[in-house]
């Protein structure tokens, strides 16, 4: 019935079409949406998440961390300095900056300053991508150059002939290979930390061009590590061949720059008339004295009483004399000679016995003691004018390659555990060439021979006293070979107006002393000369 009022409610009830309440309008109009369909094979296991980046979208990188940024940057410091370093260093093998000499062959530090420029390099061109092998093998090279550095500073000879060069190089190489392995961990841990928070999870996969990075970053480093084991085998050696004693004296010359060799075998003896009897100074030729066999026929000259005393010494880099500081002359080992001298207290006359090149640094000591030297004889002695051959500019640069890669010891290493090598021999012996001084001096001697050292001997000659009395010794090989050298053999007789003999030694050698003739005419001519003097 009808509401008497005409109520609207009543009236909706009677229609049929009553007023849904709010609430119910709101679930039914939901409800067709909030059904879900049954999970299939293609469901996702994880719901989409749209706050997470893809792994491989750039801005997924560590450099998003501060600390890591300045990292890299530090790197890059450490680069540039290192590299300053490195240029200062490879000037100082031809030219001795101040206080940064080395009394050492200077390659080593050049070697160590290389090897961790290298480093650094590797480390920042796979800064982004770090991996366990660059490590492992970053602790591998860390460990090593620790083991050099105490090698270098607990071996008194070796420390001394690095100086606070070689020293401050090798602590560099093991600071920056401790760092870069630091590095390389924090770098690690920021990717991880930075995959996590804009992807979700850490990333374990890597693209192909991050798996050639990685493998090219490990074969480089495994290249460094064997390096690293070359130089520490290489140092190692120089450790053993520091304990053999010399037989004479080091001296400390040139304001204490280096120190050089001299020794001396035999008494002070007197003529009846109370006059000193002078001694035999001996000059190597191209090979240290002790080892080329000459210092050897001089002490049997001394017993068989042909002389009664001499003195021989290692120019700077051969043998147990230290190198001096670049550029060094014929002229300034003179000099270095004439102090030593002084120091041990030896005392004049002397009568000057050298050999090939060794002929060039006599005659300039000789002109810087003309009162002094009662006596030269020359064994197949280089002539000045043949200076050029020693200063040809592709002798110097493979002595220059040469050094650069002396460190690694390859020849030495090989002789030493296959060959039977001994401490003298590369102290002085048959492989001494083989050394980082040996080759030093001779890079040295390379540089001025045909100019400072050239000039020096020109004087020398015409400051020589013509009134010495001289012996000249030919090779007979080297004569009958080259009409050169027999012409300047000839020209060399002439430095002084008093020739006592001349022989041209059939059969001979270079080192005329390697024949018995050679031992015999020499012996021969050295007591007349000693005798008539």
């Known amino acids: 019935m009808p509401s008497l009022w005409g109520s609207k409610k009543g009236n909706e009830e009677e229609d049929g079409n009553e007023p849904q309440p709010e609430q119910h309008r709101g679930q039914h109009s939901r409800e067709p949406s909030s059904r879900q369909a049954e999970p299939d094979e293609r469901t996702r296991l994880l719901p989409r998440n749209e706050g997470y980046l ?3 979208d750039p801005a997924v990188s560590p450099y998003n961390l501060w600390s890591v940024r300045a990292l890299r940057y530090l790197s890059v410091l450490f680069l540039i300095v290192t590299f300053l370093w490195w240029v200062l260093l490879l000037v100082s093998i031809f030219i001795s900056p101040p206080y940064l000499h080395s009394r050492g062959s200077g390659f080593f530090d050049f070697s160590y300053t290389t090897l961790t420029a290298g480093y650094l390099l590797v480390a920042l061109l796979f800064f982004s991508i770090p991996s366990a092998p660059m490590s492992v093998l970053g602790i591998i ?8 550095m105490i090698i270098i500073v607990a071996v008194s000879r070796v420390r001394a002939e690095e100086g606070w060069v070689g020293i401050a190089s090798v602590v560099w190489a093991t600071f920056i290979g401790l760092y870069n392995v630091f590095t390389n961990r924090l770098v690690t841990w920021g990717k991880k930390e930075e995959e996590e928070r804009l992807t979700g999870r850490e990333e374990t996969r890597r693209s192909l061009l991050e798996w050639l990075a990685v493998l090219a970053a490990t074969v480089i480093l495994v290249i460094m590590a064997l390096v690293t084991i070359l130089l520490t085998a290489t140092l190692s050696l120089r450790a053993r061949d520091a304990s053999l004693a010399a037989p004479g004296e080091r001296y400390l010359v040139d304001l204490g720059k280096y ?7 035999g008494n002070i003896t007197y003529d ?3 006059q000193k009897l002078p001694t035999i100074l001996l000059e190597g030729g191209e090979e240290p004295v002790e080892g080329s066999g000459l210092e050897e026929w001089l002490y049997n000259s001394w017993r068989n009483g042909t002389v009664d005393r001499y003195c021989y010494w290692d120019r700077p880099g051969l043998a147990w004399s230290d190198n001096a500081p670049s550029p060094h002359s014929a002229g300034m080992s003179a000099d270095a000679l004439s102090e030593a001298l002084a120091i041990a207290g030896e005392e004049a006359p002397w009568v000057l016995v050298s050999a090939g090149i060794g002929g060039i640094y006599s005659r300039i000591f000789s002109s810087r003691h003309v009162r002094e030297v009662k006596g030269i004889f020359l064994v197949d002695p280089l002539h000045e004018d043949l200076l050029y051959k020693v200063a040809d500019a592709g002798r110097g640069f493979l002595l220059w390659a040469r050094g650069i890669i002396s460190p690694l010891g390859l020849d030495r290493l090989a002789g030493a555990l296959f060959n039977g090598r001994t401490r003298e021999d590369r102290v002085y012996g048959k492989v001494a060439y083989q050394g980082g001084k040996y080759i030093k001096s001779k890079l040295q001697e390379n540089l001025v021979a045909d100019s400072l050292t050239k000039s020096e001997v020109s004087s020398a000659r015409n400051i020589q006293t013509p009134n ?3 012996v000249v010794i030919s090779s007979g090989i ?8 027999e012409k300047k053999q000839r020209d060399l007789t002439t430095i002084t107006d008093t020739l006592l003999a001349w ?8 080192q005329v002393w390697e024949t018995f003739k050679g031992r015999e005419v020499m012996e021969k001519r050295l007591h007349e000369l000693v005798r008539g003097s």
């Open 503 to 510: 022989d041209v030694v059939n059969g001979a050698p270079h």
């Open 468 to 470: 010495t009395p001289l």
């Open 259 to 265: 120190r050089i060799h001299l020794a001396c075998v």
């Open 54 to 56: 893809s792994p491989d």
């Open 272 to 274: 009846k008339d109370g």
């Open 141 to 148: 090279i860390s460990v090593l150059l620790l083991v050099d």
């Open 478 to 485: 080297e004569v009958r070979k080259d009409d050169t050298w």
